[in-house]
C-alpha cells in the first residue's frame, strides 16, 4: 500500500469510526493527529520520499480530503486546519 492510500485509508477508517459512535472524539482526535503528525514526519530530508511528504502536507486538500466524500472531506479539512493552527492543543 502506497503513503498517499495508507493515509487516505486511515484518515476514512477514523472518520467512520466517529461518525458510528464505535470510538469517543476525544479516541478519534488523537488518531487524526497521529496521522497529522506522521504527514509532518514524511518532510524530513532524510527521508526517501521526503518530496512527497511536503506535497502531502502542503496540498492536503488536493492529495488527500479531496478523495474523502464530502462529509467526510468537510469534516478533515476543519480538522487539518485545526492542527495546523495549534499541533500542540490538538
Do not use: C, W
Request: proline share 2%.
Amino acid at each position: 500500500m502506497t503513503i498517499l492510500n495508507e493515509t487516505v485509508n486511515n484518515i476514512k477508517r477514523v472518520l467512520t469510526d466517529l461518525i458510528s459512535n464505535k470510538i469517543k472524539p476525544e479516541v478519534g482526535r488523537y488518531s487524526l493527529k497521529d496521522i497529522f503528525e506522521k504527514l509532518v514526519l514524511l518532510q524530513d530530508a532524510k527521508k526517501e520520499y521526503s518530496r512527497f511528504g511536503y506535497f502531502l502536507f502542503y496540498k492536503f486538500d488536493l492529495f488527500i480530503a479531496d478523495s474523502l466524500e464530502q462529509k467526510q472531506r468537510e469534516a478533515v479539512k476543519k480538522l487539518f486546519a485545526q492542527f495546523l493552527n495549534d499541533p500542540h492543543g490538538f
